[in-house]
C-alpha cells in the first residue's frame, strides 16, 4: 500500500505560481505512474497531469499545458506540479494519485485558491 500526502497549496493572485508537493511512504514508489487531478466546487474531477514510473513521459490535457508541469524524485519518494500563470479557474481541490495494475492511490488533497 501506498500513502501520498499533498502540500504547497495555498492562496495566490492570478497569474502567480505554486509548486505542490506529494510525499509517498513505501518503497515501491517507483514502480507506480502517478500523476494529478482537481476537483473545484460543484464540479467533477479533472485530471491535470500524469507522469510515467521513470519520470520520462508526462502528459497534460489543454487546459493547463504550457502552464503546469508534474515532475518526481524516485530517490526522495515525491511528485511534483509546478503550476505557473495560474488563473481563478484553477481553483480547486488538487489531489496526487499513484496507479500500477488495477492499484490506485491517492492523498487527502490540497486547496488552491486562485484569485482575481
Known amino acids: 500500500q501506498v500513502q501520498l500526502v499533498e502540500s504547497g497549496g495555498g492562496l495566490v493572485q492570478a497569474g502567480g505560481s505554486l509548486r505542490l508537493s506529494c510525499a509517498a511512504s513505501?518503497?515501491?514508489?517507483?514502480?507506480?505512474?502517478g500523476g494529478w487531478f482537481r476537483q473545484a466546487p460543484g464540479k467533477e474531477h479533472e485530471f491535470v497531469a500524469t507522469i510515467t514510473a521513470s519520470g520520462g513521459h508526462t502528459y497534460y490535457p489543454d487546459s493547463v499545458k504550457g502552464r503546469f508541469t508534474i515532475s518526481r524524485d524516485n530517490v526522495k519518494n515525491t511528485m511534483y506540479l509546478q503550476m505557473n500563470t495560474l488563473k481563478a479557474e484553477d481553483t480547486a481541490v488538487y489531489y496526487c494519485?499513484?496507479?500500477?495494475?488495477?492499484?490506485?492511490?491517492w492523498g487527502q488533497g490540497t486547496q488552491v485558491t486562485v484569485s482575481s
Open positions: 494519485y499513484v496507479y500500477r495494475g488495477g492499484l490506485k492511490y
Open positions: 513505501g518503497r515501491t514508489f517507483s514502480t507506480y505512474a
